[in-house]
Structure formats: C-alpha cells, structure tokens
C-alpha cells in the first residue's frame, strides 16, 4: 500500500511526537473497560494531554446516509464524532467492535487506534489491560508503528433517487433478514457478469476482515499488508460459486435478483435495507484506518495464538491425556 512496506514508523510532522489529544472510545458494558478507562483518564491528566470522550448524543449522523434509511445494531452506531476525528491518536477499550466502532466515529480518518482487548478474543487488539501502563509509555514516547488497512466502501442508489454510503473496516454483507427465502444475487466486476450465487448473502470484506465473518463462511484469510478484498458467499446452496480474491482496485456490483428485500450491512453495526430495484456498488475507499502497533508485526503468531491457525492443538490434547 505505501511503498511496499506496510509497518511503518509515524511520518515526519504527523506522529513524530507525542499525542497532545487522545480520544478515548469505551465499551461501558464491560467493567474492566471502564476501569482501564480511568487509569487513562489520570494519566493523561497527569501528563497535560487533552482526553476526548466522543457518546452517541454528542455524535452526529453518517455524513453519506439520510439518517431515516439507516439500521443500526445499538445506540450511536454509524455515527461520526469529529472531536475524535480531530484527534492524535484513538484508544478503543473494548473488543474488536469497540475497534470498528473507533473508526466509524473518526469517519476513518488517517487517526492512528490503539486496540486494548478486554475480554473475549479481539483478534485486531493490540495489547491487553495488563499490558496498559506499557503501552501509554509507548504512545508518549512515540515509540510504535503504524499497520495501515484498507477501507471499503459501498454506495447504494435506490430507486427514489436517495444515495447511502457505508464504509467498513472489515465487511460490507449482503444477506437475507431474520426471515426471508433464499437470496439471489448477481455480481458484475468492472461491468462484466462474473456469476449468480444462490444461497443466505455475499461478503465482501478486506484483508482485515478475512479473519471474521468471512472466515467463518470459509472464505481464505489474507495477511492484512495484502492489496486484495475477498468475495464470499454466505451458505451457498450449489458449490458453483466459490470465494475469490479480487484486486484491491475493484469495481464491483452486486444486482438483487430476489423478491424480498434484503439487507446490506457495514462491519456488522449499521446498514440499509435494498430491494431488486436498488443499486449496489463496491469500491476501495479512498481512507485507509491505521491501527497503532508497540511491537514488532506478527500477523501469524496472532492466527495460531487467537485462532489457533495451524497448531495441532488435538496432538496437543493427546499428549497431555492422563496415562499418556
């Protein structure tokens, strides 16, 4: 993506020096989160740094959505924050959606977000609580990297002339509500017909979401340094359409050829509903999201920690039975 080298030291006059605002993004259904918070908020007192706490009342809406067509899995989601945007630097005290919902807010501006897992696996999480007071000396030191990701953005057209842009750091999914029969879509690459997949949905997700929704409907992980998006189909019922990687300069339409409506949903936490006379088209954003890295990248020691990717963790189980 930049030069070929995607972990990179903060440029010249961006980051070269310590964050004098920091935003801080909190899951306050998880205690530990909001513990973490408060050691963040003396420390950054302590220090003179500006601390920025963006709430979904203060949040305006999706820029690029008329609000009435936006469906929203909790409070707040799909909303911009530009105090946030404007910061230095992110911290997201959470789970990998709290990440997702960190760059949603900054309306993935080129703000760098430090991922710090509480609870649960947070494969895109950086560091964990225990590992806090460590990674503030870090951030203030400037001594940390920069892992740029893709971004992906899909305009809808509906038939009434209203135009929705939804961008994702992870997946943009095509799929049938709670209830509905079987989704039918058509998919056109650079305006060519590439195939029809029958079944729950399409995927479209980038590098960094290939390790998510779309690996758990089979599609192939991709390191995140790849210029690449991946389409996978969602329980396809034929085996006549399969994942394909596609280049990262994509232009790609999906065409509803099913009756029902059907959702088209970003990262999981906001969306719109889109029917056969709807329009849908799949581009790379122009905004890549940075998330911060203290130590050195090791994507493949993430996938076999977190996911246990190649591990032969059932020899493992084995070798540890009693009378073994």
């Not at 993506?1 to 995607?6: K, L, S, T």
């Not at 992870?170 to 209830?179: F, Q």
Request: proline share 9%.
């Amino acid at each position: 993506m930049h030069d070929g080298n995607p972990y990179r030291q903060p440029p010249p006059g961006r980051l070269g020096r310590p964050p004098e605002k920091i935003g801080l993004v909190v899951n306050p259904t998880k205690p530990e989160a909001c513990a973490a918070a408060d050691v963040i908020r003396k420390r950054c007192a302590a220090e003179g740094i500006r601390l920025v706490e963006p709430s979904p009342r203060q949040a305006a809406p999706v820029r690029d959505a008329p609000p009435d067509r936006l469906l929203r899995q909790f409070p707040g989601a799909g909303r911009v924050d530009p105090q946030t945007a404007d910061t230095d630097l992110v911290i997201s005290l959470g789970g990998d959606g709290t990440i997702l919902t960190a760059a949603r807010l900054t309306d993935y501006a080129p703000v760098p977000i430090l991922g710090v897992n509480v609870g649960g696996m947070g494969f895109l999480a950086e560091i964990t609580v225990d590992h806090l007071e460590k990674a503030l000396e870090a951030l203030l030191a400037s001594r940390y990297l920069l892992d740029d990701r893709l971004v992906l953005e899909a305009e809808v057209a509906f038939l009434d002339g209203e135009r929705v842009v939804l961008r994702c750091l992870n997946e943009i999914a095509v799929h049938r509500p709670a209830v509905a029969g079987v989704c039918e879509l058509d998919v056109k690459i650079g305006g060519r017909y590439l195939g029809t997949t029958q079944g729950d949905g399409l995927i479209v997700a980038t590098p960094t979401g290939s390790t998510a929704y779309s690996l758990s409907c089979g599609g192939p992980v991709l390191a995140p340094w790849i210029s690449a998006f991946l389409l996978t189909p969602i329980s396809p019922h034929t085996l006549n359409f399969r994942p394909v990687v596609l280049d990262r300069d994509l232009d790609l339409e999906v065409c509803i050829r099913s009756a029902n409506p059907l959702v088209l949903i970003a990262d999981g936490q906001v969306g719109v509903e889109v029917t056969r006379e709807d329009r849908i088209n799949l581009r790379r954003a122009e905004r890549t999201v940075s998330l911060v890295r203290i130590g050195p990248p090791d994507f493949f020691g993430v996938l076999r920690d977190k996911l246990l990717w190649g591990t032969n963790h059932i020899h493992e189980k084995r070798s540890n039975a009693p009378g073994e």
